[in-house]
């Protein structure tokens, strides 16, 4: 099921738990078919079209949501993620925008009202901007960014190197730090929806690599944790790629008719993590459904 929501106004569901006919681990949709809001041709026209989208939302299984930022509202077009447990809810990143916070927010209290803890992926400005309507939220907690914030709020004892665990309620979600990109990044494993979430470590874009050391020690142990756990998806946070393989949209671009569909698969962290040990020195390098690129 997928709902479009407005930037002005939030549509409420109506209920909060299984349909009739519902299972709580039932797949409502299709993700490799899911036509993402991808920006317009002329996005000053988009912004007043009384249609417009802020955020698209869809609901893969009963208490599991994905949201994606338009990308005429900010050209990241960052996904997030809503995984509810039967006592709270987590929420992974908050978009690309200030203003478009309140709209987030009203969509995630239009499914639930349970106690809310927001996490970031990591700390860059387009996953974060939405943190400041939730901070002034009742019933909801905002992770600070950094990593010893980060430490401190799940607690990590021995980070980067261990995960640790979040339990929602019936829902244990999994953490492990994967610094790299950015120092306090982190993958979350859900064993309801089995994604892997990683955030802008590995999405179907260009792997932007701030501190090239610890991406490769990090991919190596995000590499070694999939391996004993199912995994439906590997669920980054932006499309940047076309559908055809190695070919990405230029920075910047806020109309993408052609894109990859979102999902990777654990084949393509053992890929990323095999192609990292052979590599003498950073080197930009094409994998098909994403690209590495050392900002070194």
């Known amino acids: 099921m997928a709902l479009l929501i407005g930037a002005q106004a939030c549509t409420s569901l109506p209920d909060q738990g299984p349909r009739p006919g519902e299972s709580p681990d039932e797949l409502l949709v299709d993700l490799a078919s899911i036509h993402w809001i991808h920006g317009a041709q002329d996005c000053d026209a988009a912004r007043i079209d009384p249609e417009y989208t802020e955020w698209q939302q869809v609901r893969y299984q009963v208490d599991t949501y994905i949201f994606r930022q338009n990308k005429c509202s900010n050209y990241e077009?960052?996904?997030?993620?809503?995984?509810?447990?039967?006592?709270?809810?987590?929420?992974?990143?908050?978009?690309?925008?200030?203003?478009?916070?309140?709209?987030?927010?009203?969509a995630v209290r239009d499914i639930t009202d349970a106690p809310l803890i927001v996490a970031h992926s990591h700390g860059h400005g387009d996953h974060t901007q939405g943190d400041g309507?939730?901070?002034?939220?009742?019933?909801?907690?905002?992770?600070?960014?950094?990593?010893?914030?980060?430490q401190e709020f799940f607690g990590f004892e021995n980070w980067p190197n261990d995960p640790t665990q979040l339990e929602l309620g019936d829902r244990r979600i999994e953490l492990l730090p994967i610094p790299g990109h950015e120092d306090?990044?982190?993958?979350?494993?859900?064993?309801?929806?089995?994604?892997?979430?990683?955030?802008?470590?590995?999405?179907?874009?260009?792997?932007?690599?701030?501190?090239?050391?610890?991406?490769?020690?990090?991919?190596?142990?995000?590499?070694?944790?999939?391996?004993?756990?199912?995994?439906?998806?590997?669920?980054?946070t932006h499309i940047e790629m076309t559908a055809a393989p190695d070919v990405d949209y230029p920075m910047g671009t806020t109309y993408q008719p052609n894109e990859r569909y979102l999902p990777l698969s654990t084949a393509d962290i053992t890929?990323?993590?095999?192609?990292?040990?052979?590599?003498?020195?950073?080197?930009?390098t094409y994998l098909g459904s994403f690209i590495v690129w050392p900002l070194q």
């Open 77 to 106: 077009a960052p996904f997030v993620y809503l995984l509810i447990g039967t006592d709270r809810a987590l929420l992974i990143d908050t978009g690309a925008t200030i203003e478009s916070g309140a709209s987030l927010l009203g």
């Open 133 to 150: 309507a939730f901070s002034s939220a009742d019933n909801a907690v905002v992770v600070g960014l950094g990593a010893d914030a980060v």
């Open 184 to 236: 306090d990044h982190i993958a979350f494993y859900d064993p309801t929806s089995q994604f892997a979430i990683t955030g802008d470590t590995l999405y179907p874009g260009r792997l932007y690599v701030g501190d090239w050391d610890d991406f490769c020690a990090s991919i190596a142990r995000l590499n070694e944790w999939i391996q004993n756990k199912p995994v439906a998806y590997v669920m980054g």
């Open 271 to 284: 890929a990323l993590h095999e192609t990292l040990v052979t590599m003498e020195v950073p080197k930009r």
